[in-house]
Each structure stands twice: as C-alpha cells, then as structure tokens.
C-alpha cells in the first residue's frame, strides 16, 4: 500500500453527494445520477479493491460517470423523461417549480449526452477543454465543436420559447 492510497470507503462518503450533484446535472434525473455514481463506485472497488493508489481519484470517479452516462444514453430504453424534474440544492432534493428552471432542464435534456457532457464539464466542472476531451476521449477540436453546437441550439431553442410567449 502507497503512501498515496485511501480507503475506498471514506472516499465514498466524502465524495458520494459532490459526484451525486455533477451526475445530476449531466443527466437531469435523480434516480439515474444516483445510479451512475453506485455504478461508479462498485466499479472502482472491483478495480482497486478495499484501497484507493490514484493520485486524483475524484477526477477518475468524475470522468468514468461521464463515460457511464453517455453509455446509457446510447441504450434505447433511457430515451424516457422523467415528469417531474428535481433540483439538488445543498443536501436536499428540492422540486423545480420555475417555468425558467423546466425549460432550461428540458432544453439541456434535448441535447445529445456527449454535447451535453461537454457542458457540464465546461460549465459546471470548470474544466479545460484539454480535460474534457480526455474525459470523453476525444479531440480538442470535438469538444470545442460540441461546446459551440450545444450553446448554438440552446441559444436557438430560447429565441423558439420567446417567440412562442
């Protein structure tokens, strides 16, 4: 055992609700956030055991629930919405209830899992397009491609939402 490794259990219960947060905000669905972060970690205890030897084992954890979800969203069972969307606020779950928030939710859900993993990793992770496109094993060129057609289409469907009001 390194100098450097941490039980995989105490990693869980600092990270679970940061990572729970970011899932969320890659999927838009509570239930599905919280099972790609399970999957995650019962991937990790299956690859490393009861002891953690990464250097920077939150951004292996962060890049694996972007590579679960845009695995998900190629299945065609996952193309259903959840009715009611939900809000992770501090420790709680608390339900949308702005018009605003459910069109910027439904907006983002439209989008196509790896613009929309782009994003978030943009905007919510504050990583660089470097780090994106080793997370989602592309080039740099892809992510900025992606970054640019997703906020092109959310601008778009916004000028949509006004008009139609």
């Known amino acids: ?15 679970q609700q940061a990572l729970t947060r ?25 690859r490393f055991g009861d002891w953690l030897t990464l250097e920077h084992p939150f951004a292996y954890a ?3 629930i972007v590579h679960a979800h845009v695995s998900r969203g190629r299945r065609r069972w996952t193309r259903e919405r959840p009715a009611g969307l939900a809000m992770i606020e501090g ?17 983002l859900g439209a989008l196509p899992e790896r613009q ?6 943009r905007y919510y992770a504050d990583l ?5 496109a080793a ?20 601008r778009r469907d916004a000028t949509l939402a006004e008009e139609d009001r």
Do not use: H
């Not at 390194?2 to 600092?14: C, D, Y």
């Not at 890659?26 to 991937?43: I, N, P, S």
């Not at 929309?116 to 990793?121: D, E, M, P, Q």
């Not at 094993?137 to 992606?146: D, L, T």
């Open 91 to 107: 420790r709680g779950v608390v339900e949308t209830e702005s018009p605003l928030k459910d069109r910027m939710w439904t907006a």
């Open 116 to 121: 929309r993993a782009a994003l978030v990793l």
């Open 1 to 15: 055992m390194s100098a450097g490794s941490r039980a995989l259990t105490s990693f869980v219960a600092e990270n």
């Open 128 to 132: 660089s397009d470097a780090d994106i």
């Open 135 to 154: 997370a989602l094993e592309c080039r740099v060129g892809s992510v900025s491609s992606a970054i640019s057609r997703a906020t092109a289409r959310l």
């Open 22 to 46: 970011f899932a969320y905000v890659l999927c838009g669905d509570r239930y599905v956030a919280e099972d790609l972060v399970q999957e995650v970690f019962t991937a990790m205890f299956a």
């Open 62 to 64: 962060r890049t694996a």
